[in-house]
């Protein structure tokens, strides 16, 4: 312990400085840089970026993994996301807006942001290991480095950060809103070139608080192979398509 | 509709003054005080808080509903209850903090803690729907509620309301935890009460980005009768536990 203390009391001290001296630090130079980059703005508290950029594979023990900060940071961008799509559709409904915010958060979504973004790069993770490459742990150093800008620097930072760098240059919303008519369609698609009956059925309706909640399944040659639930029956069964679309693995297909 | 306007227009313009003229017109006053004892602070944009405070089966047709309010309210209350725990609990990891933030912000919590607040009084719904005043929209209202102090008054001033009149009052962490650790407790006892026998199976185990994921069943009688997937087998175990009691309907016994 006293020579593991010795061995990073140098690194332990380099975390006490102010984010700006950072640059000075020649090992932690090219890091400043790149978050300078990244972000639009300079560090305030350094440690807290090399912790969000932290895999738990990484092989520098010293350091706390990332997964605190991206449950904070999945929240604080749920909130950003939120708000955003809130005032951008002032007359949308909450459903509307409740599946745009989901189609943005998602895990595959974010991933691929945080790799445009460079955020392959700058994740310090076991290199080693083939199956992180290709998974997606980089769209939750994304959620983390939103958590770490929020703790550094506040609130409305974290907002103009999120539309500046991750919604104005990544996230194309009129096509994500025409991804949503697009299900039904696919799996349609699907179903007729190999042969197959598709069809969309009532399943159930329940009342919550309410309001009518519909359960609509997706049945592939007289099989139920899986559902939705939404407030209307559009949307569940967009829902059960979607659903049908991952199980069969239909994603990356046309 | 001009008719409708005219009826309407002492109504369209009283909308438009600001927040503190509220207290001088007669029909409002109530309102304006008892939103007042409420918030701690004077509403800026009263507009605003009547529309939170609207379920959709009011009669008042000329008010918007609260439904869009309350996704916002939604998605800024995780956020601060994410960001209140993150804080509280350094040493946790965020599979705890998640599970945490899940009980805080969970359906049948949320409506008490709004009943407690007076939200029953408060909210504007159609009370001669009796289904209604044993349903849970009053957390909805909470949630509205919270949305609109966030446009009105913005994150912080949101974030000190979430504290000091939701949190601090009404939140008790220290049940809330042990909470967790008796799901199992209570399915065991219900099952000796009952003669049944009960176990908790490892169902599967599954890689996601380096981390396992475990899936535990809740077997009663030889028959699964649910499951919960977790990190680790303890905190699987429990969801399962709790969904047992959800779906034997034990939730309100000892």
């Given at each position: 312990?006293?020579?593991?203390?010795?061995?990073?009391?140098?690194?332990?001290?380099?975390?006490?400085?102010?984010?700006f001296?950072?640059?000075?630090v020649?090992r932690?130079?090219?890091?400043?840089?790149?978050?300078?980059?990244?972000?639009?703005?300079?560090?305030?508290?350094?440690?807290?970026?090399?912790v969000?950029?932290?895999?738990?594979?990484?092989?520098?023990?010293?350091?706390?993994?990332?997964?605190?900060?991206?449950?904070?940071?999945?929240?604080?961008?749920?909130?950003?996301?939120?708000?955003?799509?809130?005032?951008?559709?002032?007359?949308k409904?909450?459903?509307?807006?409740?599946e745009m915010?989901?189609?943005?958060?998602?895990?595959q979504?974010?991933?691929e942001?945080?790799?445009?973004?460079?955020?392959?790069?700058?994740?310090?993770?076991?290199?080693?290991?083939?199956?992180?490459?290709?998974?997606?742990?980089?769209?939750?150093?994304l959620?983390?480095?939103?958590?770490?800008?929020?703790?550094?620097?506040?609130?409305?930072?974290?907002?103009?950060?999120?539309?500046?760098?991750?919604i104005?240059?990544?996230?194309?919303?009129?096509?994500?809103?025409?991804?949503?008519?697009?299900?039904?369609?696919?799996?349609?698609?699907?179903?007729?070139?190999?042969?197959?009956?598709?069809?969309?059925?009532?399943?159930?309706?329940?009342?919550?608080n309410?309001?009518?909640?519909?359960?609509?399944?997706?049945?592939?040659?007289?099989?139920?192979?899986?559902?939705?639930?939404?407030?209307?029956?559009?949307?569940?069964?967009?829902?059960?398509?979607?659903?049908?679309?991952?199980?069969?693995?239909?994603?990356?297909?046309?």
């Open positions: 312990m006293p020579l593991l203390f010795s061995k990073n009391l140098f690194l332990d001290c380099v975390k006490l400085l102010p984010g001296l950072y640059r000075f020649t932690k130079r090219q890091l400043y840089k790149d978050l300078y980059n990244l972000l639009g703005f300079a560090p305030g508290n350094f440690s807290l970026y090399e969000a950029l932290s895999h738990r594979s990484s092989k520098e023990k010293f350091l706390e993994s990332n997964e605190r900060l991206e449950y904070l940071g999945d929240a604080i961008l749920g909130a950003i996301i939120g708000d955003y799509l809130f005032r951008k559709y002032p007359y409904t909450e459903g509307y807006l409740t915010r989901s189609k943005i958060v998602n895990r979504q974010l991933n942001i945080a790799i445009k973004m460079g955020l392959r790069k700058l994740t310090i993770y076991d290199k080693y290991n083939s199956f992180l490459k290709i998974s997606q742990i980089f769209g939750n150093t959620e983390a480095l939103v958590g770490a800008v929020y703790l550094d620097k506040g609130y409305n930072r974290t907002k103009q950060f999120v539309y500046k760098r991750i104005i240059p990544y996230i194309d919303l009129e096509m994500l809103e025409s991804v949503e008519m697009n299900h039904k369609n696919k799996l349609y698609g699907w179903a007729n070139k190999n042969g197959k009956t598709l069809e969309f059925e009532l399943l159930e309706e329940q009342m919550d309410g309001r009518r909640i519909f359960t609509v399944g997706a049945v592939v040659d007289g099989e139920l192979i899986c559902s939705g639930k939404a407030f209307n029956k559009k949307d569940a069964s967009q829902i059960a398509a979607q659903q049908a679309i991952d199980l069969l693995g239909l994603g990356e297909d046309k």
